[in-house]
T-cell receptor
Framework: AQTVTQSQPEMSVQEAETVTLSCTYD???????LFWYKQPPSRQMILVIR??????QNATENRFSVNFQKAAKSFSLKISDSQLGDAAMYFC?????????????FGKGTKLTVNP | DGGITQSPKYLFRKEGQNVTLSCEQN?????MYWYRQDPGQGLRLIYY???????QKGDIAEGYSVSREKKESFPLTVTSAQKNPTAFYLC??????????????FGSGTQLSVL
């Protein structure tokens, strides 16, 4: 079974600094997608960034970028120039695109605090 | 505006009672999902449906039931067999399944508590 592990239950960063959130996953599939979702105190889930496993280039979305290491099964999220609005729970998620059923598997999350 | 509507926002269940959580979407999405979120936990899949009149169990389906009679609706019933129902429930939808689409669209959630 696929699993997603986020080893940092909590992280903190100073405003305007950079922080990296870790995520590792376990799968035997060769083709899949990886996601980072943000959940602010409102508890609304918001997609931050998405990475296709077949793409070697790391995805970027403005201040958010990933470091995707397929061989190591690692998918970390880097937030640059951190803002107070970035404070939230961040979830890493995985889905296979063939073979197994299409269900998104989530990690347990990392709570990010941004200090002014 | 298109989106997913979950209701109610807060729901209380008495012992032995079945309760139903509503999820409606007007995005014309084929696939719909129910997730459960407990404090300190990620989201765990309860049930999902790729097309009307068809659905599959997720990882924690015991004590729950669903129906998919209409494309836009995917209600979740928490039965009395679910002994620990207190949690935050999220509904989501996507086009033709997540694997072929950009992302899941999430509702705003329902917090279920036991009286």
């Amino acid at each position: 079974a696929q699993t997603v592990t986020q080893s940092q239950p909590e992280m903190s960063v100073q405003e305007a600094e950079t922080v990296t959130l870790s995520c590792t996953y376990d799968t035997s599939e060769s083709d899949y997608y990886l996601f980072w979702y943000k959940q602010p105190p409102s508890r609304q889930m918001i997609l931050v960034i998405r990475q296709e496993a077949y793409k070697q280039q790391n995805a970027t979305e403005n201040r958010f970028s990933v470091n995707f290491q397929k061989a190591a099964k690692s998918f970390s999220l880097k937030i640059s120039d951190s803002q107070l609005g970035d404070a939230a729970m961040y979830f890493c998620a995985y889905i296979a695109t063939q073979g197994g059923s299409e269900k998104l598997v989530f990690g347990k999350g990392t709570k990010l605090t941004v200090n002014p | 505006d298109g989106g997913i509507t979950q209701s109610p926002k807060y729901l209380f269940r008495k012992e032995g009672q079945n309760v139903t959580l509503s999820c409606e979407q007007n995005l014309n999405h084929d696939a719909m999902y129910w997730y459960r979120q407990d404090p300190g936990q990620g989201l765990r899949l309860i049930y999902y449906s790729q097309i009307v009149n068809d659905f599959q169990k997720g990882d924690i389906a015991e004590g729950y039931s669903v129906s998919r009679e209409k494309k836009e609706s995917f209600p979740l019933t928490v039965t009395s067999a679910q002994k620990n129902p207190t949690a935050f429930y999220l509904c989501a939808s996507s086009v033709r399944g997540v694997a072929t689409n950009e992302k899941l669209f999430f509702g705003s959630g329902t917090q279920l508590s036991v009286l």
